[in-house]
């Protein structure tokens, strides 16, 4: 970190979503109401996985570690963004922000690798369905799960420490609710073409190479599916992966929007809008789309209400 950045910087100003004090209490009830969705649905979905012994698969197992995934990842945002709603003050520290930037940036890489990781496992369980059980075997189960773990939080480091690592020449004010990596660099007074051009690399790497892996693994899905002679069969199949997929378009379609785009092509505050989509949206929709579509969760679910 250069000297200068240390003996400045030390606190940053968000400028959050809006500077109108109606607006600001419109959308602190709404982001409360979010996120109490969110608590309330990833840690349900945690427990029926926990308690149900027909939810003990490796499909519910991944499915138990997303909840872990959505909770983490949208407290690491939606508390602080809560209270600036209703704070005049929206200055947050510098350790803060590293730490807010850290922890969102792991989590959601590591949500990155874990929906490869379920696309694997429901490949494995359509396309060599006999072999299932050996190949996906509660070991195997729980080295992907700490990997993917891992990944995330070994793989942000260097992101963060290139983001923090330019000289802004003490400006501070970050055109957003929270510490995003993209709007950090805005604020570098200095050529950053090469920091931006690792993260945009970096970027490829932790969002591009897994949506091709999961692209590839469901056409085989989808050529196993087409196979089927049961109607029945083929429509209980596609709805279970019909789930995985709509997350996936919405985790990855919002993310690689904000991430993966030319900086001076961003329109005012259209970064925000996406940040909201990938940091609360989806860990709200996310239980739903599960739940809804997955009869076994519902089943669960009742039974739970029924003890």
């Given at each position: ?11 940053f ?43 003990q698969t490796?499909?519910?197992f ?11 990842y ?17 200055v947050?520290?510098?350790?803060e ?7 969102g940036?792991s989590?959601g890489?590591?949500e ?15 396309c060599?369905?006999?072999?299932y059980?050996t190949?996906?075997?509660k070991?195997?189960?729980?080295r ?31 055109n ?13 007074c200095?050529?950053?073409?090469v920091?931006e ?42 709805s ?6 709509m ?10 929007a ?14 925000k ?8 949206v989806?860990?709200m929709?996310?239980?739903m789309?599960y ?5 076994d ?11």
């Amino acid at each position: 970190m250069h000297l200068k950045n240390e003996t400045i910087l030390r606190e940053f100003i968000l400028l959050g979503l809006s500077s109108d004090p109606k607006t600001q209490v419109a959308l602190f009830i709404v982001f409360t109401l979010m996120y109490t969705i969110i608590l309330i649905g990833n840690f349900l979905i945690i427990v029926l996985v926990l308690t149900d012994a027909n939810l003990q698969t490796p499909m519910y197992f991944f499915l138990c570690n997303l909840s872990f995934l959505d909770l983490g990842y949208s407290t690491s945002t939606l508390p602080r963004t809560l209270k600036d709603l209703l704070s005049i003050n929206k200055v947050i520290s510098y350790g803060e922000c590293v730490a807010q930037m850290y922890t969102g940036l792991s989590l959601g890489e590591s949500e990155c690798v874990l929906l490869v990781v379920m696309a694997y496992d429901r490949y494995v369980a359509i396309c060599y369905p006999l072999h299932y059980t050996t190949i996906m075997s509660k070991k195997v189960c729980i080295r992907l799960a700490v990997g993917t773990w891992m990944c995330g939080f070994f793989l942000s480091a260097p992101v963060v420490a290139l983001a923090f690592n330019i000289d802004t020449c003490g400006h501070n004010v970050i055109n957003h609710f929270a510490c995003e990596v993209t709007e950090v660099l805005s604020l570098g007074c200095e050529n950053i073409i090469v920091v931006e051009f690792i993260i945009f690399i970096v970027s490829i790497i932790i969002l591009l190479t897994p949506v091709i892996f999961i692209v590839i693994s469901y056409i085989y899905i989808i050529q196993n599916i087409l196979k089927i002679a049961s109607s029945s069969g083929r429509r209980k199949v596609f709805s279970t992966c019909g789930s995985h997929m709509m997350v996936v378009a919405i985790f990855y379609g919002t993310t690689m929007a904000s991430y993966m785009k030319p900086r001076s092509s961003s329109l005012p505050g259209t970064d925000k809008v996406i940040a909201i989509f990938y940091a609360i949206v989806t860990p709200m929709l996310n239980p739903m789309i599960y739940t809804l579509r997955n009869n076994d969760v519902k089943a669960a679910f009742v039974k739970l209400i029924k003890k």
